[in-house]
C-alpha cells in the first residue's frame, strides 16, 4: 500500500466538477473517463425534514495521485483547483489523524 493519499471532506464538496476536469486535463484522459469521479448520494427524505443529499468524490483506478506532479514537488491537480479545500495530499498516518477529528471525510489511498 502506497504510504501517500487523498483525504477527502466531502461534508464541504460543492459538486462543482472541477477536481474531474482538472484531472482529466492532467493526464490527458478523454471525456468518458475519469481519475476522480463526483458521485450524487441522494437526494431522498429519511426522516421529516431531515435529507440524504451529498456529493461524494471518488478516486477512480486511473487515479495516480499525480505522481509526475508531486515528483516534481506540486500538490495533486485536484488538490490545488478545488476551491471549497475538499481534498487533502499527503502521508496516510497523518490524513487518518485528521480523519478521526470530522466526521464526513474518506480516506483514499493506492
Ligand atoms: S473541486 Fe472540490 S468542491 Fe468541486 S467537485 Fe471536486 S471536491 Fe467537490
Ligand atoms: S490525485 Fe491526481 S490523478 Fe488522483 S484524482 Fe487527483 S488529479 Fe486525478
Redesign the pocket.
Known sequence: MSAYGLL?DYE?????????VACQIEHALPTDQWGIK?MNVGPWEYAPKKWQYA?L?VPTDQCDLCKNRVEKSHTPT?VK????K??KYGKVEKLAEELAKKPKQTLFSL
Open positions: 477527502i464541504w464538496c460543492t459538486g462543482c466538477h472541477t477536481c474531474e463526483i456529493y468524490p485536484c483547483h478545488c476551491q471549497a475538499c481534498l
